[in-house]
């Protein structure tokens, strides 16, 4: 269940368009192209053009951090997706940003982490959402090998995909603003969806990928 405040960010994220129904392709079709299109797509990016939500976000990411007890030294946005969003959040709470490159450049200083951090510092990595867990576990590859400790991965939706357990397995906790059950339930109960979209995507969620969350709705 959302609470009021992310609610409001939920319905935000309605209003601008970052949630979209359909049959979408997500990243996890680059390693399995014969998994179901799903019916849902969220597209986070377009925070960036809309200065009201992308503040809600990070309000949103700060309160968790504060509620769930998340300390660091630094924070590590994965590019290019949260980038935006961790800019905000360095700001907001005074912490460092470092950013894990995909691509080590061959001129000038190559370096796999941009920004100035010390070895044995944890960093906090940010993103917008998980569905699998590749990109982040790459990133906390990165991070550790430059010798950073990498504890947490904070994200604005989790769509409940296997991320969860995928992190656990490289050592790293997730921390969500919102599961898109919860999502989902609260458009229901706002009229923002029809029944028959919403059983279509709990349909897609329980019976493709076995969400035990997406069960209970």
Do not use: W
């Amino acid at each position: 269940m959302l609470t009021e405040t992310s609610q409001k960010f939920a319905k935000a994220l309605f209003d601008i368009g970052s949630v979209k129904f359909g049959a979408f392709k997500l990243k996890l079709h680059e390693t399995n192209p014969d998994a179901p299109l799903s019916p849902i797509y969220v597209d986070l990016r377009v925070l960036r053009s809309f200065p009201y939500a992308i503040r809600l976000a990070v309000d949103e990411l700060k309160a968790m951090m504060a509620r769930d007890g998340i300390k660091c030294d630094v924070l590590a946005d994965l590019p290019t997706a949260a980038t935006p969003i961790a800019t905000l959040l360095m700001d907001r709470t005074d912490i460092p940003m470092i950013t894990p490159k995909k691509d080590t450049k061959t001129h000038g200083i190559s370096a796999k982490i941009e920004g100035v951090f010390q070895k044995g510092q944890t960093a906090l990595m940010v993103d917008d959402l998980v569905t699998k867990a590749d990109t982040k576990v790459e990133g906390a590859n990165a991070l550790r090998e430059a010798g950073l400790v990498v504890n947490d991965v904070v994200v604005l939706v989790d769509r409940e995909q296997g991320g969860t357990a995928e992190l656990k397995e490289h050592g790293v906790t997730l921390h969500a603003v919102m599961t898109l059950s919860d999502m989902l339930a609260y458009y229901k109960e706002s009229g923002m969806i029809t029944a028959e979209m919403y059983d279509k995507v709990r349909g897609y969620l329980v019976g493709q990928t076995g969400v035990p969350a997406a069960k209970a709705l």
